[in-house]
């Protein structure tokens, strides 16, 4: 693949100049990615209660290994996101999002999931939706958290 030569850093005199021009290098989004994956991993650690000893026993590794992929100090192979996944009860996702559009995750449980999507929710910060038509016109008309 042929390698694109990143922009030289210009001078600045805000951080805001600063993230305007770190934003523009594709090694500013790849570390934003580790880091965004290392936060979901412990997100699902915690919420369903797995240790980091757990966790590399799922994975059959040394401790060591999973503490060193959470602190971002690597680079994560895709099979490696995968397995870590599966480990976690989980399957990997990744999306391109185009430049100028947000994208909301969230997931839909079927039934016999429904005591794990309701487990730690405080119901009073969410509406239960019918349909997914429904989520549309939520997410197009108004910036709140939803639960289907």
């Given amino acids: ?43 699902r650690m915690n919420k369903e209660g797995v240790s980091k000893s757990e966790l590399a026993s799922r994975l059959e590794v040394q401790p060591g290994l999973v503490t060193r992929l959470l602190s971002g100090r690597n680079n994560f192979e895709l099979l490696t996101m995968v397995r870590i996944a599966m480990a976690l009860n989980c399957r990997f996702r990744s999306h391109l999002e185009p430049l100028g559009a947000q994208t909301v995750w969230f997931d839909v449980f079927n039934a016999e999931n429904k005591a794990q999507a309701e487990a730690g929710w405080n119901p009073s910060q969410f509406r239960k939706v019918e349909s997914i038509t429904s989520i549309c016109k939520i997410l197009n008309n108004e910036s709140r958290t939803v639960a289907a």
Avoid at 16 to 34: L, N, V
């Fill in 1 to 43: 693949m042929h390698q694109r030569k990143e922009p030289e850093f210009e001078a600045f005199v805000s951080f805001e100049q600063f993230f305007e021009q770190a934003e523009k290098r594709s090694d500013y989004w790849a570390e934003r990615a580790k880091l965004e994956f290392a936060k979901e991993i412990l997100f």
